[in-house]
């Protein structure tokens, strides 16, 4: 990361949006497990060099950048969306709803909100309607939207190891949850457990990439 990437919050903070929040979601693409959003507001002035997109990190960096963020953020926001909302849902709207929570945790709240995507529903239940910018690969691009990633992936990461604990034989541990070949086997020798997602697209998925 370096201070290009703070562009679109600069611009925010010179137009009087004092506080600018960051918004990542963590586990759209799994067969298992919730869909975990991070929202985190930064200081204008308080730049962690080593923040970046958390798919191309380390657990061990995430983790570190995970305690750096917590010490230093103006406030941050988790919302958690289970297994159970995201087959009433579907994945899109329950991680909008994992957004929406994230943001209504932050305290005080944001005056313009950046979201990693292309698309966003706005305010949700008991939110008030609040400004935002959507930025398709905003993880890469946006230093806010990259700290709000790293809490996001850390935090479902240590959900999943919990998981694994509790439905031992699946490997939630190692893969999180994601539609890997351990995975595939595990739930064709044991079956589906309590945290998958029973939705039909996602049991076509498995069934099509079991068979390739």
């Known amino acids: 990361m370096n201070f290009k990437h703070l562009r679109y919050e600069k611009r925010l903070w010179e137009k009087g949006a004092q506080y600018v929040a960051g918004v990542d979601e963590a586990g759209r693409g799994p067969l298992a497990g919730p869909v975990v959003a991070a929202a985190v507001i930064m200081p204008h002035h308080h730049m962690i060099e080593e923040v970046n997109d958390s798919k191309v990190l380390s657990p ?13 953020a103006i ?8 297994h159970v909302d995201i087959d009433r849902l579907n994945i899109l709207n329950a991680s909008f709803k994992a957004m929406h929570e994230a943001i209504a945790r932050l305290s005080p709240q944001p005056h313009h909100v950046l979201i990693d995507g292309n698309r966003f529903d ?12 959507l930025i398709v690969d905003g993880d890469a691009r946006s230093f806010s939207i990259a700290a709000a990633s790293i809490m996001a992936k850390v935090t479902r990461d240590r959900i999943m190891v919990e998981y694994d604990n509790r439905f031992p034989g699946y490997g939630f541990a190692r893969h999180k949850g994601y539609c890997t070949a351990e995975h595939r086997e595990a739930i064709f020798r044991l079956g589906y457990c309590d945290i998958h997602r029973r939705s039909f697209s996602m049991k076509q998925q498995l069934e099509l990439q079991f068979q390739e």
């Open 60 to 72: 061990e960096q995430r983790d570190e950048l995970y305690k750096q963020i917590e010490k230093v």
């Open 75 to 82: 406030s941050f926001g988790i919302g958690v969306v289970d």
């Open 122 to 133: 706005g305010g949700g239940p008991g939110l008030p309607w609040i400004p935002y910018t």
